[in-house]
């Protein structure tokens, strides 16, 4: 659960994520990473918590999409 890491390694998290969905082309899912990696590098903790929510439904539609191609 993110709120039991540092900042720093919520950061670190956020960017290897968002390194590994841009990968195959979750670019909108990458620009939430990227967003929640600068927060918490930050340590911004209210944009964490404000866009945290957004990463379940985000990956939801990547599997979605995913899903319907192969």
């Given at each position: 659960y993110y709120k039991d890491?540092?900042?720093?390694?919520?950061?670190d998290l956020a960017h290897r994520l968002k390194s590994s969905v841009r990968t195959f082309g979750a670019i909108g899912l990458g620009n939430?990473?990227?967003?929640?990696?600068?927060?918490?590098k930050a340590d911004d903790w209210s944009v964490v918590e404000g866009r945290h929510d957004e990463v379940r439904p985000a990956f939801a539609n990547v599997k979605a999409f995913y899903q319907d191609r192969l």
């Amino acid at each position: 659960y993110y709120k039991d890491r540092s900042s720093s390694d919520y950061g670190d998290l956020a960017h290897r994520l968002k390194s590994s969905v841009r990968t195959f082309g979750a670019i909108g899912l990458g620009n939430l990473f990227e967003t929640l990696e600068k927060a918490g590098k930050a340590d911004d903790w209210s944009v964490v918590e404000g866009r945290h929510d957004e990463v379940r439904p985000a990956f939801a539609n990547v599997k979605a999409f995913y899903q319907d191609r192969l």
